[in-house]
């Protein structure tokens, strides 16, 4: 999340995915990449300006014009119907573009002294109630009520990612303002099939130091043949309020549901002030290990 013209710019979204097999002398093979380009007029709506993917998908060209805020992932599947079966890497970049333009959001208000953030409005993005974070009584809609204003908070450094390190992107450092969204989700075969999830949102302060926004790690067993999860375990490592850790219990809703149709099933049934968006964005990409469990050899 880029905003190379400076905060009153454009906002650039650039995202990359890949799948890797790791063989039994720990060699890693590329089987699947994916790219977006998303240029975002945040100033206007947060309104798409452009759009380009790696592989090419002329359908999403419908998309420009659209915000990337509420709906937009009904008009991306209204737009390519098919994305989702055809590119599984894609659609996960495609499916991240809503919420990265909703946490990118952390680096205008970073830029600006608590006078000059904006008066909250109802359209905007803080509505009581959608997670733990924004209970009626948290601390920012306290803060809200206040001063009508959302307060600003700043998290631990952002130490590299040492945790397998032959999953990760080489990534170039972040220019001030610049954000990032990383995750890793790693699925080991057996009579049960494990899966360990890691998601870290940062961001670039203005005076160089990198700081984490959000940071989860999931630990997840599926039965490979019903292809159910069996368990599901949430652990919140870093998190911008006091009231977001309660949210992780609400992981373990997703026992016994199957693999296919989990996104829809996040969507529809974990919302409000016992769960946290960021989390549920994890959640949901879970119905992705079925297509990393088709490339098992």
Known sequence: MLRPRGLAGELLLMGRARDLITDKDSVAHVVGTAETHVTVDFSNEQVIKEISTVPPRPALDALVGVRA???????AAQADPDLPQAENLLNLLVDDIPVSVLISGHAMGFGKTPRQLPIVSMRSSYISGQCAGFAADATIM???GRSGRAPLVTGP???????NAIAWHLVDPLPPHGMRRMRR???????LTWVDV????SHMRPDGHEKI?????????????????VSCDASPRVLPWV???????SARRLVGQPLKGLRAYVRQNLGGTTTCTHLNDTLRSLEDVA??????P
């Open 198 to 201: 890691f998601l870290r949102d």
């Open 243 to 249: 009231e977001c850790p309660a949210a992780v219990a």
């Open 213 to 229: 926004i959000h940071e989860y790690s999931l630990t997840v067993a599926v039965d490979p043949d019903a292809a159910i999860i």
């Open 157 to 163: 450094a952002a130490p590299p990612i040492l945790d």
């Open 142 to 144: 306290e803060e809200i």
């Open 69 to 75: 805020a509420s709906g937009f992932r009904g008009a």
């Open 291 to 296: 297509a990393l469990l088709d490339l098992m």
């Open 185 to 191: 989700m790693d699925v080991i075969p057996g009579r």
